[in-house]
């Protein structure tokens, strides 16, 4: 709701009333489509009040990309996220709450464009100056080595592990064979607009099934780097995702054309149906809360804004 109050907001000192009224008749069918949705489903999962000691978050990962792609021991469940982007994700389950028996390591650029590496948290462990400049995103190797420290350093308090994978763009071979897939875009912006933004324009001649298949190799190599982690963190680890992605779905009942990527405040099976994988383990953390602590986060505003860009939120 508070995103939304902030857009139109913008709409209203872009476009004055008119403009405001005309957007919000446009976006009337998703709410009913959302509400529809929400009465078969339910309102979703607050992850903050689940049974786990070490939450590792996928970014962009749809439940049946998982279950399709997942090859290691445990129990695969799903859940209904709050959120159909990460903005929406994050703002949901942590925006005006304190968690000070957790530590955040992170590898979004919402978290601190959301203020919420601020007094949230124990602690914020930020990875954001792991960007990969030819890649255009975080990957996931030092997210684990971050992951790694902090249960070392936070023997007593719940881990979150933010990965960027599999949400473009695509790192894998193919996917960086892909025009739009592997994207690239410069400081100021110019560059390949993304994968999502090619089909949904109709400027690609890529078709569906070699997306899919990049972007299920984009969930390989994050898991790579997980499972090699799995064994070393201690407590009871979940896996899941912050939000899903669109992939030529039509959504209803009011029926849309074909949507890709994840807009905000979308709610279908392809964008908040998420895994809740539940890896077997044998002892527990003890956990207790403490004040915050600062970890010094080096990303300025500029820097986030810039690498929001480069992942296609703006």
């Known amino acids: 709701m508070r995103h939304h109050l902030r857009k139109a907001r913008e709409i209203y000192a872009g476009g004055g009333l008119r403009t405001v009224v005309g957007s919000a008749l446009r976006y009337a069918p998703v709410e009913f489509n959302n509400a ?82 601020r007094d949230t948290f124990h602690a914020v462990i930020d990875c954001l100056d792991d960007w990969e400049p030819n890649l255009q995103t975080i990957p996931p190797e030092p997210v684990a080595d971050a992951l790694r420290e902090a249960n070392a350093d936070f023997p007593d308090k719940r881990l979150v592990g933010h990965f960027m994978q599999p949400h473009a763009p695509f790192i894998g071979k193919l996917g960086q064979r892909i025009v739009g897939g592997g994207w690239r875009s410069d400081e100021s912006g110019e560059g390949e607009q993304g994968i999502w933004n090619y089909l949904r324009d109709g400027t690609t001649d890529v078709d569906l099934g070699t997306v899919w298949d990049a972007y299920r190799e984009n969930l390989d190599v994050v898991l790579e780097s997980v499972e090699a982690l799995l064994d070393e963190l201690d407590g009871k680890t979940v896996i899941t995702a912050d939000h899903g992605n669109l992939v030529g779905e039509r959504l209803g009942p009011i029926p849309t054309r074909r949507k890709y990527g994840h807009p905000y405040g979308v709610h279908a099976p392809g964008l908040v149906r998420v895994p809740w994988f539940v890896v077997p383990f044998d002892d527990r953390r003890e956990i207790t809360a403490d004040p915050p602590i600062d970890r010094g986060s080096t990303a300025d505003q500029e820097t986030v804004e810039q690498r929001l860009d480069a992942l296609g939120y703006k």
């Open 36 to 117: 529809v949705f929400h009465l078969r489903h339910g309102n979703g999962t607050h992850v903050m009040a689940e049974d786990w000691d070490n939450l590792l978050i996928l970014d962009g990962c749809r439940y049946d990309l998982f279950e399709e792609t997942v090859d290691m021991d445990g129990t695969l469940e799903s859940r209904i996220s709050l959120g159909s982007s990460s903005e929406e994700f994050l703002e949901r389950n942590f925006g005006g709450k304190t968690f000070h028996d957790t530590v955040y390591v992170n590898a979004n650029p919402y978290i601190p464009r959301l203020n919420l590496d």
